[in-house]
């Protein structure tokens, strides 16, 4: 806990540590270009210093340029005046005055009247005869005060040209002092350089550089640009970061270079400083860590106790805790103890029933050492089912020595792949001798052994049921069925000769319905044509009532004869049924409306029908089935035109056929009766009919797998509906 409390405060710490280290890298180069633009600016004050110095010099030698005594020639009076003149303004070390040749004409620095030396910068004297204009030289070795000196020099102007060149000279000390005054930092160097990059001054170690060259590196980058930065090796081997501009005035270049090793402490001061500020936080943050983390694990480690009774199943004593989250913890192992208590008794009682279910199934469980072949029962119903005591059945060979020799073989070879992980389990039935000589059936099983960490084969765990009941009963159930399959052989061939008497009786009735229909169609045939006869020979000696008594004989008469005829069709149903065949029933409405055209143009009924579907039917039965239903719906209508219409549609699998009319209607208390042979709900003086048109609807229906039923009130038209299955050719 201490060691992640601890990675957990470096973690915390290293995003501030590398941002702080960043911060302070950014604000070093910050600081270092600030340092950079502020020096630059030193040194332009420095240039304007110098050059502010060089300016005054120029004055007091234009000043003396335009002394009378030049004008004059007296050249003594001049050497005079130059040196109380020097001696007031302090600005110079010498004035001179040359010809054009360089020839000193009086020097200062020597009394007047002395041999002088030509000039020591002749191109300084040159360059003012060639322009007429004051200049100022680089660094040369006076021949007079035998030194290093620079020097400015003015025309003196006479006859509209330049008759001398006088020259006032400048010590490097007087540079030195400029540079001394701007107090610089220690270890800070300042230096102007000549317009060649001769050192002329030098804020340190002056005497020692001044007249030398910079050091190669430093000399390059500073005649490269007028102004700018660079870091090089100075003339004494020290590397600085220099920054230098170049006067507009005199065109010498001043620079100021700074120590790197000045930078680098200044870094190092605030890295230390950073550094032990990170130091500081990482010791605080650390000893944080390893107060609170000795406090939570002192928390944790006191629930270690309670947590190895937890294990124990012993009772549980949770110390207080100060941490939360320790707390909820203990509180948890307590909750945890009492549901364990609780899941324990139930375990035991679960155990119990176990065992007593196991008791009462007659199943005893067994365990197995696979190394050493030992059985371990978990009770003594392993053995007393068979009769045993304990110590006749201590091993695996025992119990196998007992096995019928037919299931010996089965059984040990089902064990051995279980033990080798062929098969994940075995279960076998088996016949086990008894300790009474009898054989007793078990069904023997097991699951797939423990084995350890190389997959060898530890415990085999297994049940032994005595089965024996079961076998007997299905023995017993066996014995039955082949009784019972004897019975229905012979009840099966009873069955095929009442058929086949019922065919032949089937065929006798309807050769006898054939051939009585036919011998009563004779009869009354002539009841008929004589009656029609006898009518129209006393025609005239008849009065009305014996005209009405014979019409009746006739009408009935031709009444028996339909009757005779349908009751003919409704017995060849079966008879002259067909093979199924795809049928059209949108084509067979068509052929029966024109079948019924007559009856439809007397009553000025309207047969519609939707779209209808193609079904396996008889064709001919399909014809009568929907001649009858419309004809019906035709005939049932007493005070408007009939309207029958006859559609389809598909419901679960099969075609529901609709045949609706706005006819009388029908009470629903009838709507089973109608489908009855000879029930009929009207009498033959209103409205003609035999009662066996529905009834012969509802067979051929029937014939072709379906149902026909009726939806109807009286007044309110009727809906006859039957169903058609949906076969593989229908649409």
């Excluded at 000589?437 to 099983?445: A, K, N, T, V």
């Excluded at 032994?464 to 099966?492: F, G, M, S, W, Y």
């Excluded at 399909?622 to 719906?633: F, I, K, R």
Aim: charged letters at 25%; proline letters at 4%.
């Amino acid at each position: 806990m201490r060691t992640l409390l601890a990675w957990l405060v470096l973690a915390c710490l290293l995003p501030g540590i590398i941002g702080a280290t960043t911060l302070f890298i950014h604000e070093y180069r910050e600081g270092r270009s600030q340092l950079k633009k502020d020096t630059i600016q030193t040194v332009r004050a420095l240039a304007q210093a110098v050059d502010n110095q060089i300016l005054r010099v120029q004055a007091l030698a234009v000043g003396l340029a335009a002394s009378d005594a030049l004008a004059t020639g007296d050249f003594g009076r001049f050497h005079e005046q130059a040196r109380r003149t020097l001696a007031h303004a302090r600005l110079g070390a010498s004035v001179s005055l040359a010809d054009s040749q360089g020839r000193q004409i009086a020097n200062t620095g020597e009394n007047f009247g002395a041999s002088l030396p030509f000039h020591g910068s002749p191109e300084l004297v040159r360059r003012v005869f060639d322009t007429g204009e004051a200049a100022v030289s680089d660094v040369y070795q006076s021949r007079v005060l035998h030194r290093p000196l620079v020097a400015v020099a003015v025309p003196v102007m006479q006859d509209n040209g330049v008759r001398y060149a006088l020259t006032v000279t400048i010590l490097p000390e007087t540079l030195d002092d400029i540079l001394g005054a701007q107090g610089l930092p220690p270890g800070w160097v300042a230096t102007v350089f000549d317009s060649a990059g001769t050192i002329a001054a030098r804020s340190r170690a002056s005497d020692e550089y001044v007249g030398q060259k910079p050091a190669p590196g430093y000399y390059r980058h500073l005649m490269e640009a007028d102004e700018g930065t660079f870091e090089a090796v100075m003339k004494d081997r020290v590397p600085v970061l220099a920054a230098f501009t170049r006067s507009a005035v005199t065109h010498w270049r001043l620079a100021i270079g700074i120590p790197q090793e000045s930078l680098a402490s200044r870094f190092n001061r605030r890295l230390s400083v950073l550094a032990a500020g990170i130091a500081a936080l990482f010791a605080v943050g650390l000893g944080l860590a390893w107060l609170v983390g000795g406090r939570i694990a002192r928390s944790f480690s006191a629930l270690v106790p309670p947590a190895m009774a937890l294990g124990a199943g012993k009772r549980v004593a949770v110390p207080s805790q100060s941490v939360k989250e320790a707390a909820e913890v203990a509180r948890a192992m307590e909750e945890a103890a009492r549901l364990l208590e609780k899941r324990s008794a139930t375990l035991r009682e679960s155990e119990y029933r176990l065992a007593m279910a196991l008791k009462a199934a007659n199943t005893a469980a067994w365990e197995m050492d696979v190394a050493t072949q030992a059985l371990h029962p978990a009770d003594d119903l392993l053995f007393t089912m068979l009769g045993y005591a304990p110590g006749e059945l201590a091993t695996a060979g025992d119990w196998l020595a007992r096995v019928h020799g037919d299931d010996r073989a089965k059984v040990a070879q089902q064990i051995d792949e279980v033990i080798a992980g062929r098969r994940e389990s075995y279960r076998s039935e088996l016949r086990l001798l008894a300790a009474d000589g009898s054989w007793r059936w078990i069904l023997s099983q097991a699951v797939a052994p423990e084995r350890d960490a190389d997959g060898r084969a530890l415990r085999l765990v297994g049940t032994h049921t005595d089965i024996t009941e079961r076998k007997e009963a299905e023995a017993e159930i066996r014995r039955l069925n082949t009784e019972l399959e004897e019975r229905v052989q012979q009840r099966t061939v009873q069955l095929k000769q009442s058929n086949e008497a019922l065919m032949l009786s089937n065929m006798e009735l309807q050769r006898f319905a054939h051939a009585t229909a036919h011998d009563l169609q004779t009869p009354l045939r002539s009841i008929v044509g004589f009656s029609q006869l006898l009518r129209q020979e006393l025609k005239p000696r008849l009065d009305e009532r014996t005209d009405e008594w014979l019409e009746l004989v006739i009408d009935n008469t031709r009444r028996l004869q339909t009757l005779i005829q349908e009751l003919l069709d409704y017995s060849r149903l079966d008879a002259q049924a067909r093979p199924f065949e795809p049928v059209d029933l949108g084509e067979i409405l068509g052929q029966v409306a024109a079948t019924l055209a007559p009856a439809i143009g007397d009553s000025g009924a309207e047969v519609e029908g939707g779209p209808l579907p193609t079904v396996m039917a008889d064709r001919g039965q399909m014809v009568l089935l929907l001649q009858n239903l419309v004809e019906n719906g035709i005939k049932y209508n007493r005070s408007r035109p009939p309207r029958v219409t006859v559609s389809a549609e598909r419901q679960d699998g099969e075609w529901v056929i609709a045949v609706a009319d706005n006819g009388i209607g029908i009470d629903p208390k009838y709507h089973e009766r109608i489908f009855e042979i000879f029930r009929r709900l009207h009498s033959h003086q209103q409205i003609p009919g035999t009662g066996i048109g529905l009834a012969i609807c509802q067979r051929i229906v029937e014939r072709h797998g379906g149902r026909l039923w009726v939806e109807s009130r009286p007044g309110e038209g009727s809906v006859f509906r039957f169903s058609l299955p949906v076969g593989d050719q229908a649409q």
